[in-house]
């Protein structure tokens, strides 16, 4: 019995060194069936995948071929960065693209990005989404709200450069009329207007700007602006269209009026560049914008923004003319 008692003991003693042992081990030290298991469950910080993120999209209008352009660009980018885009047609009305807005933010999407109806009207849109801490950011048009980025053509360098070919390809001597369709609503396009008027006031003073008229984005409404000018500047060389809508009712008038006035138009459309080709066209050169690029651009500054990465204020995507010498 004595020595039935002292295997006892003994085996009670294993045991307290044992459960003495256990409760000392920190993290990491306990036994190899324990390791194994943690081993075999990975970190959650490697298993949550990346969240997706959602960017809404307000185009100023799907009737416009620069705006398709746009569109398409954001989607190939979108794809590329593994971003969900919800884009909507405010259709040129500041009270439907303000709904979208309203939208945008109870979706809670990551970021906006805005091609305003209007500029001066927008504002209320990004200050909804700023209370709601989403970016806002705008595209073509910028908007006279704090948003976080503006992508757009160097509009009034586009003015320039149609300016400057006036007077080194249509009217090298210097001398003429010039007249001007304009689209008041928008800022980008009175930029336009004004690099090409200043332009002309610096280095060509002797040409002329006799008349500038808002076409309000209306290719039927540009066509009667046109027959306007003629009717009073039966003696006018050529004409500036801010945008290729209204350098198409411009032609058409022309045209119908049997006249001889030169066109440059502002946007690199294809049905711009199909006139420019044509032999004898009136319309002698455009000025070319980028859409894809400012789409693209855009894209990726809203997918920087929402990531803590710094965007610049205004990114100027560089705009370039088009003729007969390189129209394809």
Known sequence: MKRFGKIISIVLAAATLIATLAACSGPGTGSSAAASAAASTPAASTDTAKKELTIGVS?????????????????????????????QD??????KQLSQVQDFITQKVDAIILCPTNSAGSKSMVELASKANIPVLTM??????????????DNHKGGELAAEYLVNK?????????????YSEIEGCVNREKGFTEWLAKNAPDVKVVDIQNYSGDQAKAADVMQNML????????????????????????KSANKKVKIIGFDGNAEGVAEIK?????????????????????????????????????IAISPFIIDKSNAK
């Not at 405010?90 to 009270?95: C, V, Y």
């Not at 709200?145 to 503006?150: A, K, P, Y």
């Not at 009717?231 to 022309?254: E, R, T």
Request: proline share 3%; with cysteine; charged share 20%.
């Open 59 to 87: 185009l100023l209008t799907r009737q416009h071929v620069f705006y398709n352009n746009i569109e398409t660009a954001l989607n190939e980018k979108a794809k590329e960065l593994g971003v969900k885009l919800v884009v």
């Open 90 to 95: 405010a259709n040129q009305d500041a009270s």
């Open 140 to 153: 073509d048009v910028p908007s006279d709200g704090n948003t976080v980025c503006h992508v757009s053509t």
């Open 170 to 182: 249509v009217l090298p001597s210097k001398k003429g009329k010039a007249a001007v369709i304009t």
């Open 231 to 254: 009717q009073k500047n039966a003696d006018l060389d050529a004409v500036f269209c801010v945008g290729d809508p209204a350098a198409m009712g411009a032609l058409s008038s022309i």
């Open 278 to 314: 044509k032999a004898d066209s009136l319309w002698v050169a455009d000025v070319a914008q980028d859409p894809a690029q400012i789409g693209k651009t855009a894209l990726q500054a809203a997918v920087d923004k929402v990531n803590g990465k710094s965007v610049e204020k205004m």
